[in-house]
């Protein structure tokens, strides 16, 4: 009985870090397709990670929640005719240009 309890608090103690899997993502290669089938929670999460990785490369320290939104409108009207375009590389191209 005591092996079979031993067993068993060690079971439960692995179990947390069993179902904690790592999934890499590489932002990069984000098609606009990819972005338009997303669920709006997903669509939200990247926009703002997205949002956050452009304004650190550009030093901006600041938010400004209105340009946020209209950015995030203008990627998904971009994309709606850009479906096999990596979203990374439009945004890139639109930060050059500003």
Do not use: H
């Amino acid at each position: 009985m005591k092996k079979l309890m031993s067993a068993l608090a060690l079971a439960c103690a692995l179990a947390p870090s069993l179902s904690e899997a790592q999934v890499k993502i590489d932002m990069t290669k984000i098609t606009c397709g990819e972005i338009l089938a997303m669920s709006p929670d997903d669509k939200s999460d990247f926009a703002a990670f997205m949002s956050g990785w452009f304004s650190q490369k550009s030093g901006r320290t600041y938010i400004d929640v209105g340009l946020f939104q209209k950015n995030v409108a203008s990627v998904i009207d971009w994309c709606g005719s850009n479906k096999s375009e990596s979203v990374f590389a439009g945004l890139q191209r639109a930060s050059e240009k500003k």
